[in-house]
């Protein structure tokens, strides 16, 4: 049972992944077919488009069903890429101390512009 399952999610990944794949094969396979049932500019030979209207189409469509998964898959990325990398507690960062900013007139304060030593042992 866990064969088959892992071969079904292999399968159904390898599919996910390979669809501009599937669906260009799928129109060099059946160009013929494609050019003469679903062309759109099949008034107009001297275009030369041969059904590839007709690809375009289903590859903006597929990219279109795509899009939604891969934007969430970014951002939950993003987000545990961030969580991991920025510290939890602020507070290394900040001091006590105002600092003068050279481009602008006002104080800035919490955070510390002097250069970091570490600790010396002697």
Do not use: W
Not at 13 to 23: A, C, G, R
Not at 51 to 65: H, P, S, T, V, W
Not at 93 to 102: D, E, G, K, L
């Amino acid at each position: 049972m866990r064969l088959f399952i892992s071969i079904l999610l292999c399968t159904a990944m390898l599919l996910q992944v390979m669809s501009k794949t599937i669906i260009a094969s799928e129109f060099a396979l059946n160009e013929k077919f494609i050019s003469e049932t679903f062309c759109e500019n099949k008034a107009k030979p001297m275009m030369h488009c041969n059904g590839k209207c007709y690809l375009k189409k289903e590859m903006n469509a597929d990219e279109k069903r795509q899009a939604p998964v891969n934007s969430l898959l970014k951002e939950k990325f993003e987000i545990q890429f961030f969580k991991e990398i920025i510290p939890a507690d602020f507070s290394v960062f900040v001091t006590s101390q105002p600092v003068q900013s050279t481009l602008f007139s006002e104080t800035i304060t919490g955070f510390d512009c002097g250069i970091f030593h570490p600790p010396s042992f002697s």
